[in-house]
């Protein structure tokens, strides 16, 4: 059985954890492909680790090019270790004959496996995608992926788009048994910062818990030096690699708008006050956007002010819960891998493999 090649991005840790949800759950032998880092590259499974592509000086830009208008998101001219990473994936792709390329994101590499005449299943993450690169990797694959359910697209979509998207649903480990209780006491907020992103505003976090002294708040992930005493009701948690127990005894969780923070607060029906961080093509903010308009999270634009923190609370805890359900799909990873291994399935079938 010809196997099934998954790239998977780099930035945070949000794409490996749901490739390594999803590569489990496959029928066919999968191998992940990315920049991996050593502990990953440990996990078990077949990988593929691809030097790192960040330069250390950024690329100057190409003369005569204009903005908006490239075919290609990253692939400056001079760059040793582009062509180096490309010569592995095509090497890897002439050895194993994949039936199917998954690619969770690169327009590089799905143009570059289509023109290693492989199959491509790409990944289509929320946001303004409408530029030329990203339609050419649409157009060039067997179908799109949305990882996220139906009701968070732009309802602006362009129609073949979303007629070529299998939406998937939030892809999270689902919870151990049923709901745990939360534990009595004061209500307990969790902050929660991914590897991908800005570190938590230690100091405003500070001020917050302070104006909420009846409530208890915590902080997993990255959270900006601060030299100044903490609130008694505020603890600095650091990066939790299984924060599963933490996020289910959160009353209310505080984060931006990843698709593996929004994974896992839908998963558990939580609460969620949504501020959303800067990202290529607005990917947070047009997710935001949906939430609110579903009234499945309270969504902020920026981290208010200590003073606003009591009423937004409040504001939080009055979320109809049933609103978050609707965002709820059942057995997402293993719908996905089933979808994957079908597509691959059809691919083989379609197309064979001339040699």
Not at 109 to 127: D, E, K, S
Not at 158 to 186: C, I, K, M, N
């Amino acid at each position: 059985m010809r196997p099934i090649g998954y790239y998977l991005h780099h930035q945070g840790v949000g794409h490996w954890q749901r490739a390594r949800l999803v590569a489990g759950r496959l029928r066919r032998p999968c191998t992940l492909i990315g920049t991996l880092t050593a502990e990953q590259q440990q996990q078990g499974g077949a990988v593929l680790a691809l030097p790192d592509d960040a330069l250390a000086v950024p690329p100057p830009p190409r003369p005569g090019a204009r903005a908006g208008d490239a075919a290609l998101h990253y692939a400056p001219p001079g760059a040793g270790v582009l062509r180096r990473r490309s010569l592995l994936l095509a090497g890897w792709i002439a050895e194993h004959r994949p039936a199917l390329m998954v690619v969770d994101v690169s327009v590089e590499v799905a143009l570059l496996a289509r023109l290693c005449a492989t199959p491509v299943l790409y990944f289509r993450l929320a946001g303004q995608r409408d530029d030329a690169a990203h339609l050419a990797a649409f157009e060039a694959s067997e179908a799109l992926v949305a990882p996220f359910p139906a009701l968070l697209d732009d309802p602006a979509l362009p129609g073949w788009v979303r007629a070529r998207s299998f939406h998937a649903g939030f892809l999270a480990e689902a919870p151990d048994g049923p709901p745990a209780p939360r534990p009595p006491g004061a209500p307990r907020i969790l902050v929660v910062r991914g590897r991908g992103g800005e570190a938590a505003p230690t100091a405003a976090i500070a001020a917050a818990a302070a104006a909420t002294p009846g409530h208890r708040w915590q902080v997993i992930g990255p959270a900006a030096p601060w030299a100044g005493p903490l609130p008694d009701n505020l603890a600095l948690l650091g990066w939790v690699a299984r924060p599963a127990a933490l996020l289910q005894a959160a009353d209310i969780i505080v984060g931006g708008c990843g698709d593996g923070l929004l994974a896992e607060v839908v998963a558990r029906g939580q609460r969620f006050i949504c501020l959303p961080e800067p990202r290529p093509f607005d990917e947070q903010g047009a997710k935001a956007a949906r939430l609110a308009a579903l009234g499945a999270a309270l969504v902020l634009p920026a981290w208010p002010a200590a003073a606003a923190w009591p009423d937004l609370l409040r504001q939080a805890a009055a979320l109809d819960p049933a609103a978050l359900a609707r965002l709820r799909t059942p057995d997402a990873v293993a719908a996905l891998a089933a979808f994957i291994d079908d597509t691959a399935d059809q691919a083989e079938q379609r197309y064979g493999d001339a040699g």
